[in-house]
């Protein structure tokens, strides 16, 4: 079963403007985490911010923050005043509580393109 | 230093050819791994390594053979490549255990096997 599902086709947006990337993810492990990754096309996977399963606010980093609703898992990251260097592959991911073995695992990706 | 560095950054071979890439951080980070990425996918986890042991072999073929020889240094060696093996090589590192921690990036070794 897909544990982490980013169904968006392509996203565009325009300069400056924000947008909102959808995540949502499935497990039955208490203790997990999320992540996104933003991944130019020079290929370097950029971590960008993080959410636990047991924070009670929302994620913020910088331009970046993360809208957690954890009754629906799903964990979408929302990117205010969007900057042309932002266009990029934006993954989704989870970590789940596995002791020293845990994987990251990604779900499939969304480009996204910045407009001028 | 938040910095994984990987090398080379480009790598083209001949299906008979064995070759290295090369993999390094000094985050004092006890965990690494390996992905490889086809164009447009998400990255698929090879190895884990935690605390130098090989903890995750997400059945690769014997053709990669993974190897940590410190706890800065992570390698895979290639032997025998197909033409499909060619992908962007992924390594990463963070802290050993728990589901808080974000795996840090190097910027990719792109195989071209011919």
């Known amino acids: 079963a897909q544990k982490i599902t980013q169904t968006q086709p392509g996203m565009f947006v325009q300069e400056k403007e924000a947008v909102t990337l959808d995540c949502t993810y499935d497990?039955?492990?208490?203790?997990?985490?999320l992540f996104w990754y933003k991944q130019p096309s020079s290929g370097e996977m950029i971590f960008l911010i993080y959410q636990g399963s047991y924070d009670q606010q929302n994620a913020t980093e910088g331009r970046y923050s993360l809208n957690f609703q954890k009754a629906r898992k799903s964990a979408n990251l929302v990117i205010s005043a969007s900057q042309l260097g932002d266009s990029a592959m934006y993954f989704c991911a989870m970590r789940e509580s596995a002791g020293a073995n845990s994987k990251l695992t990604f779900g499939k990706g969304i480009t996204l393109s910045v407009r001028p | 230093d938040t910095e994984v560095t990987q090398t080379p950054k480009h790598l083209v071979m001949g299906m008979t050819n064995k070759k290295s890439l090369k993999c390094e951080q000094h985050?004092?980070?006890?965990?690494m791994y390996w992905y490889k990425q086809k164009a447009k996918k998400p990255p698929e986890l090879m190895f884990v390594?935690?605390?130098?042991?090989?903890?995750i072999n997400e059945s690769v073929p014997s053709r990669f053979s993974p190897e940590c020889p410190n706890s800065s240094l992570l390698n895979l060696h290639l032997h025998a490549l197909q033409p499909e093996d060619s992908a962007l090589y992924l390594c990463?590192?963070?802290?050993?255990?728990?589901?808080?921690?974000?795996?840090?990036f190097g910027q990719g070794t792109r195989l071209t096997v011919v």
């Open positions: 497990t039955s492990d208490p203790s997990y985490g």
């Open positions: 390594y935690s605390y130098e042991k090989l903890s």
């Open positions: 990463a590192s963070s802290q050993a255990g728990g589901a808080s921690t974000e795996a840090f």
């Open positions: 985050m004092g980070h006890r965990a």
